[in-house]
Every structure is written in structure tokens, then in C-alpha cells.
């Protein structure tokens, strides 16, 4: 079935994988639809249409699950400008609970570093502000490929420096999916170099911030998964970046690592960006910081963006929980 071919590399035939028995039921339908269906906008992240990548991702994927999640999770939305940064401040419909007055939470949107602004953002803070019962700033970041690395984290620092005028640092959590939770962690890192203080705590899901490598679920999650196209024709958020600088992979330094506040990581079997996940976590315990992961079998990159499933639904709930105990330790 499987054989060596060059420096360790395995080469695997006629391997038959089915849906995890561990998946939920609507998790592996999901699976199923996501292999046989080919999404409008692939073919234009393959000619590297930038507004026609935006639009066709929004109206195939994120808007309909955004409608089924602001169905689920009632909240109302604001905007809003932290230190110049656009924002959307999202809240529960039922009120902030009361220990949450004084806390406040930050989103990072997914989207590959070049799209998810707005639906999005608002689906993965819609339901952390109602579950969580808590305020959620999510920002707006620059995005490529009209910018790049640092841009985004000068932005996520510009809202923070903002939010610390009403909050103490150790009231504010930051989290995000996909290219935001690779962001959280180096928000981490950019407000070390420009010495300011670190937040509460932070949450990883599905995210790729030990960029300075590429493990084994690299080519086994896109087999495993979905496989996405490369956006080959853009500017890449990364162009021009040292995958090593601590700015980019915060886990290339120790030093750094030791300083991150609690974090949570949460990444799937099937997730490309799974040994990214795992391997951070480890550093985080080498370096003495408290970190918690999480790890769903079976499911895929990005699955807390299908608001319905059982297994988003436990990701909400552990998310707003790990900032319910973090959040106001320091």
C-alpha cells in the first residue's frame, strides 16, 4: 500500500480513508458536500481576480451560513472606528453578563489573508458574543494583496492601543480562525516590539502561526480535506516576510513564546494547518505558558464557520469558557 521513495517521503496508493466514526452525522454529510461540490470562486482564486474572489466567496459560502448563524445566535451589530481601524462591535441581543461589563473580546476574520472582511468577521464573532454573553470588536484589517506583512498587525495593534483606553489589557481577549488565529498569535509578538501589554488571553482555531514550517498534515489534511486552490497570480500577505522573524512565527523564539498570555488551540484531523497547531502548542508548553488544545477528529480547516454543526456548536462553548476563566487573571 505505501512504499519509500526519497528521503523519507511515503508515497501512499489505494488508500481508502472514510468519515471518522468520532464525526457527528451533519459533520460528515458536510464532508461529503464539501468533496463533491467545486465552489464558484476557485476558479477565480486560480486567475487571481481579487474583487471577484471577495464577492463569489461571500455570496457561495460565507453569507448563507451567516444568515443561519445571526438566526441562531441574535446579536446586534454596530460599527465602529478603533484607532482608525474599521471595526463592527457585536453584542449579545440578551445583554452582557454582568462579569463580562468590563471585557472585551477582539476578532481577527478568516479569509487567507485576502478576503472575509464583514460576513465573515460577523460570522465568527456572532456566536462567541452570544454564547460567550460578551462584547466583540471584529477588526477590519488590511488585507493583501493591496498590502502586506505587518500591515495587519500594525491595524490590530491601532484597535488595541484604542480598547486599552477603556479596558485593562488583561480584560481583552483576542481570537480569530484560519489566517486570524495565525494573527492573534502575532499580535502577540508585535505588541512585545512595541512594548504594550500583553493581553488576557488568546484563541487559535484552525491557524498556521508556526509558519516557519511545514509538518506532515501539510499534503495529509489537503488529501484528507478539501483541497483549495492557490491564489498563485496574487501578491501574497507573506511576499517579502522571513518565515523565522518571531514577528511572523512567533514560536521561532523562546523568548517571545515565554512572555504569550493563556491560549487556546483548536485545529481538526483533517486540517492542513493541523501540525502548525500541535507544534505551536508544544513550544507554548516548553516555554511554561499556559495552553490548552483542543482537537476534533475528522473534521476539516475552518469547520467552526458552518455555525450548525454539533462540533462548532462545542467550539463556541469551549472558546467562550476558556475566556470566562482566563480573562482578568493578570
Not at 467545486?38 to 486567475?47: G, M, N, Q, S, V
Not at 484589517?141 to 488583561?170: C, G, M, N, Q, T
Not at 481577549?173 to 508585535?190: D, E, K, P, R
Amino acid at each position: 500500500m505505501a512504499s519509500s521513495i526519497h528521503n523519507g517521503t511515503v508515497r501512499i496508493a489505494d488508500l481508502d480513508v472514510p468519515p471518522s466514526d468520532f464525526a457527528s452525522d451533519a459533520a460528515r454529510q458536510e464532508l461529503t458536500r464539501m468533496h463533491t461540490a467545486r465552489p464558484p470562486y476557485y476558479a477565480a482564486i486560480e486567475t487571481g481576480d481579487i474583487e471577484k474572489i471577495r464577492t463569489l466567496w461571500d455570496e457561495y459560502e460565507t453569507r448563507p451560513a451567516l444568515e443561519k448563524a445571526l438566526a441562531a445566535y441574535p446579536v446586534q451589530i454596530e460599527t465602529a472606528n478603533l484607532g482608525g481601524v474599521k471595526a463592527e462591535v457585536v453584542t449579545p441581543a440578551g445583554g452582557i453578563a454582568p462579569e463580562n461589563r468590563n471585557r472585551v473580546l477582539i476578532n481577527l476574520h478568516g479569509g487567507g489573508f485576502i478576503a472575509g472582511a464583514h460576513a465573515r468577521a460577523l460570522l465568527e464573532a456572532a456566536p462567541i458574543a452570544a454564547v460567550g454573553r460578551i462584547k466583540v470588536a471584529t477588526l477590519d484589517y488590511r488585507l493583501a494583496p493591496e498590502h502586506v506583512f505587518p500591515a495587519a498587525s500594525e491595524d490590530i495593534a491601532a484597535a488595541y492601543s484604542s480598547l486599552l483606553s477603556d479596558y485593562p489589557a488583561a480584560n481583552i481577549g483576542i481570537y480569530g480562525c484560519s489566517a486570524g488565529g495565525t494573527l492573534s498569535a502575532q499580535a502577540v509578538a508585535w505588541f512585545q516590539k512595541e512594548r504594550l501589554p500583553c493581553p488576557g488571553a488568546i484563541a487559535m482555531i484552525c491557524s498556521n502561526a508556526a509558519r516557519m514550517g511545514v509538518g506532515d498534515s501539510t499534503p495529509l489534511g489537503r488529501a484528507l480535506g478539501i483541497a483549495v486552490p492557490q491564489a498563485t497570480k496574487l501578491r501574497w500577505y507573506f511576499d517579502g516576510s522571513n518565515a523565522t522573524d518571531p514577528l511572523v512565527s512567533p514560536c521561532a523564539s523562546p523568548e517571545v513564546l515565554a512572555k504569550f498570555p493563556p491560549t487556546l488551540l483548536i485545529s481538526a484531523s483533517r486540517d492542513f494547518f493541523l501540525s502548525h497547531t500541535t507544534h505551536f502548542h508544544l513550544q507554548l508548553v516548553k516555554a511554561g505558558v499556559t495552553a490548552q488544545l483542543c482537537i476534533w477528529d475528522g473534521l476539516w480547516h475552518g469547520f467552526v464557520w458552518s455555525p450548525m454543526l454539533p462540533e462548532s456548536i462545542e467550539a463556541y462553548t469551549i472558546v467562550s469558557s476558556f475566556f470566562a476563566r482566563q480573562l482578568g487573571k493578570s
